[in-house]
């Protein structure tokens, strides 16, 4: 079985040309994308959060499996990486681009929770986490990749992988699941009552 997608976001083409033309190196994998696709898609009308927009290939992911009733924030600290996922992206009024600190962001917003959390960036995965784990509605989704080895990951940086699984892994608030998969994913689950 084939697991690369057979179906992608219209803009995402066009987005990994911007990307490529920018030097930006660090967007979402296919795999990851189409996950996020049907993840986005399994809550109608839902709230999504993506921390790290990148060049929004994520973004568009989200975007393509998300209905008319859903809204997706998503917080970017680079605004000229960003400006290539607002170009693309911008004219769909389902979402919402916040550029600034991701972790920032975080500790100042006050609104409701949200049912998918994607953390593609430092901030609501290797600081802020606590934080981030608060905005996941009960039965909502918390998502992280990039916990395969990478290139260009500074030195020391798999300790800093290891703890945060093993943070993740001990909390009885959430389910989790790993996965060996894609640029590798953990997947938690924040349990009801």
């Given at each position: 079985?084939?697991?690369?997608?057979?179906?992608?976001?219209?803009?995402?083409?066009?987005?990994?040309?911007?990307?490529?033309?920018?030097?930006?190196?660090?967007?979402?994998?296919?795999?990851?994308?189409?996950?996020?696709?049907?993840?986005?898609?399994?809550?109608?009308?839902?709230?999504?959060?993506?921390?790290?927009?990148?060049?929004?290939?994520?973004?568009?992911?989200?975007?393509?499996?998300?209905?008319?009733?859903?809204?997706?924030?998503?917080?970017?600290?680079?605004?000229?990486?960003?400006?290539?996922?607002?170009?693309?992206?911008?004219?769909?009024?389902?979402?919402?681009?916040?550029?600034?600190?991701?972790?920032?962001?975080?500790?100042?917003?006050?609104?409701?929770?949200?049912?998918?959390?994607?953390?593609?960036?430092?901030?609501?995965?290797?600081?802020?986490?606590?934080?981030?784990?608060?905005?996941?509605?009960?039965?909502?989704?918390?998502?992280?990749?990039?916990?395969?080895?990478?290139?260009?990951?500074?030195?020391?940086?798999?300790?800093?992988?290891?703890?945060?699984?093993?943070?993740?892994?001990?909390?009885?608030d959430f389910r989790c699941v790993r996965m060996a998969w894609a640029s590798g994913l953990l997947m938690a689950v924040r349990r009801?009552?």
């Amino acid at each position: 079985m084939d697991d690369v997608p057979s179906r992608v976001p219209s803009a995402l083409t066009a987005l990994q040309a911007r990307a490529r033309d920018a030097g930006f190196a660090m967007s979402c994998e296919g795999r990851t994308g189409s996950l996020l696709a049907g993840l986005a898609a399994a809550r109608p009308g839902g709230r999504v959060l993506e921390l790290g927009t990148g060049a929004g290939e994520g973004t568009a992911w989200l975007l393509s499996g998300m209905d008319r009733a859903s809204a997706l924030t998503t917080v970017e600290l680079d605004a000229d990486v960003q400006a290539i996922a607002r170009e693309q992206l911008g004219a769909d009024p389902r979402v919402t681009f916040v550029c600034g600190d991701g972790g920032l962001w975080l500790e100042s917003f006050d609104g409701a929770p949200f049912d998918l959390v994607f953390a593609d960036t430092w901030p609501g995965k290797f600081t802020h986490l606590d934080r981030a784990l608060e905005l996941v509605a009960p039965g909502g989704i918390y998502l992280i990749d990039d916990l395969l080895p990478q290139p260009g990951w500074p030195d020391g940086h798999a300790v800093s992988v290891d703890r945060l699984l093993a943070e993740l892994d001990a909390r009885e608030d959430f389910r989790c699941v790993r996965m060996a998969w894609a640029s590798g994913l953990l997947m938690a689950v924040r349990r009801a009552g």
